[in-house]
């Protein structure tokens, strides 16, 4: 017997527990179906255990260049590998307990801990139990992609998530991929005490930045040990001793490296393929997102797909905003949606690169008569006095309405320094606005109307 529901949600990432809450404090009958553990990726294996590692490697990097502060410290510095992971694990452990404890609070809310999956339109199935809803909500997320390399499956290989399982240090870690992910984790383990190699398909890293930010993202890893193998493909993968034996193709050249550790980061999967998507007549595209509408709608009446398996975003932020937005659209009788959302991310590396809006090889493209100004992080004091020159500022704005157009800061502070541009951006204001502030001194930002006062025409 079908058991009837207000609304269903199936998947509890960054934007289902909030709606599952959001829901039952309006009185509504709720089931939040989750098959793993609540709070999804970014709590679990991703956000959130990934930057209390970056935080202990930080840590370890300061020891190690204490003395260029004339701090003396006695002895190698070494790092406890079982402590790393004790701290990150007390974090993640906190934190999906207060989720736990906010979840089972709520009384009109059902936490239904497995797989769901469509029968029909209205109707889910979770383990023995079919559900049904006139409103169903997925939030699935996604999952790292794992080529089918030959001979992958015969080797230990890590993703994030058993990742996060690692408590020895690896002699040698070979990373697939030089994207966010796999440049968070080659700094981490380098600043551990790791020998890093990454293999990168194509002739940089962060490949959707521009080339100068690319450029500068890996002179700062170069200079922490890290090796780069650019236009690298992996042809076959083997075990060898303890570890791993990768073959691989540059070119015409042919070569191997062998590691302790072999970390596949390579891009995000969506979840879709556990969902029977097709009992509810929903197709997903040829990537297996699902396809919304800018209210993340999908195309059957009553049923939304929110976060990353809608590939309209793939970040916490934009899963949690997807969330905002239909929440105000399905109870408060709103009609929010993402067409307006500004591009913001984060490359949390050390130096960190905050990222709005266009890049300037989107800029060009799009054809727009644009100012851009760059200044490199040298010339900042804060940056300076810290230590802490590597990287570079860039910004773009529109040279009719003077508006920011789009900013890159990688630098000390960048992730956050460059809200303060999202800022104007999103309110329409003219650069000059910022220009005009008095701003507090030595920071990174007060150099940032410096930075506007030599915007020239992009050419
Ligand atoms: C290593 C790493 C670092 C990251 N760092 C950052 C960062 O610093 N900042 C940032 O903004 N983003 C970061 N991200 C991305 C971020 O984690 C995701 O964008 C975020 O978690 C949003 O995901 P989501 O809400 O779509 O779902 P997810 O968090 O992926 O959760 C989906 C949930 O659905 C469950 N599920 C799937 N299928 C079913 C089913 N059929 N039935 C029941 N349950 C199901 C899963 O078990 C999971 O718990 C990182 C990702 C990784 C991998």
């Known amino acids: 017997m079908s058991e009837q529901f207000d609304a269903i949600i199936i998947g509890a990432g960054q934007s289902g527990p909030f709606l599952a809450a959001k829901l039952a404090g309006a009185g509504k009958k709720v089931a939040l179906i989750e098959k793993e553990h609540l709070g999804g990726t970014c709590v679990n294996d991703g956000c959130t255990p990934t930057k209390t590692l970056v935080a202990s490697a930080r840590a370890a990097w300061s020891a190690r260049h204490a003395a260029e502060f004339g701090v003396v410290l006695k002895g190698p510095v070494t790092v406890d590998m079982k402590a790393v992971k004790a701290r990150k ?10 989720l736990t404890d906010w979840i089972g ?3 009109t809310l059902e936490y239904i801990k497995d797989v769901g999956s469509f029968v029909s339109t209205t109707e889910v199935k979770a383990g023995k139990r079919t559900l049904t809803s006139r409103q169903i909500f997925i939030n699935a997320g996604a999952t790292a992609s794992v080529p089918d390399w030959p001979g992958i499956n015969s080797v230990p290989y890590l993703t994030n998530t058993s990742m996060m399982n690692i408590d020895t240090l690896p002699s040698h870690l070979i990373i697939a991929g030089a994207s966010y992910i796999g440049l968070e984790f080659a700094q981490m383990y380098a600043r551990f005490g790791s020998k890093v190699t990454v293999i990168e398909r194509g002739p940089r890293p962060a490949s959707r930045e521009d080339e100068d930010i690319s450029a500068a993202i890996r002179d700062i890893l170069e200079a922490e040990g890290v090796s780069f193998l650019f236009n690298t493909t992996i ?10 034996l990768l073959s691989l193709k540059s070119g015409e050249r042919r070569s191997s490296v062998e590691g302790s550790h072999f970390l596949v980061a390579l891009g995000r999967t969506p979840n879709s393929a556990s969902l029977n998507l097709e009992a509810a007549g929903i197709e997903t595209d040829e990537r ?4 919304v509408d800018d209210h993340l709608r999908t195309k059957v009446k009553g049923i939304w797909a929110m976060g990353d398996i809608n590939g309209r975003g793939a970040f916490t ?6 969330f905002e937005i239909v929440a105000d659209n399905v109870l408060d009788g709103g009609r929010r949606s993402i067409a307006k959302r500004v591009p913001v991310y984060g490359l949390f590396i050390d130096p960190p690169l905050g990222r709005i809006g266009m890049s300037e090889t989107e800029v060009r493209k799009s054809g727009k008569k644009a100012l851009m100004a760059i200044m490199p992080m ?3 004091s804060r940056a300076k006095e810290r230590g802490e020159t590597q990287g570079l500022m860039k ?5 009719q309405s003077k508006e920011i157009l789009g900013a890159a800061i990688l630098g000390i502070g960048g992730d956050e320094i460059v809200h303060s541009l999202l800022q104007l951006m999103v309110a329409g204001t003219p650069y000059t606005t910022m220009m005009q502030t008095v701003h507090i001194h030595p920071t990174v930002t007060e150099l940032i109307p410096t930075l506007l006062a030599d915007l020239k025409p992009l050419q």
């Not at 932020?317 to 997807?322: A, G, K, P, R």
């Open 317 to 322: 932020h934009t899963s949690y905003n997807d």
């Open 89 to 98: 694990d007390k974090v993640v452990g906190a934190s999906v307990k207060s």
């Open 105 to 107: 609070s709520l009384k």
């Open 235 to 244: 042809e076959a993968v083997a075990k060898a001793g303890h570890g791993v």
């Open 288 to 291: 297996g997102y699902i396809p």
């Open 378 to 380: 040298s010339k900042v």
């Open 395 to 399: 910004v773009l704005v529109d040279a």
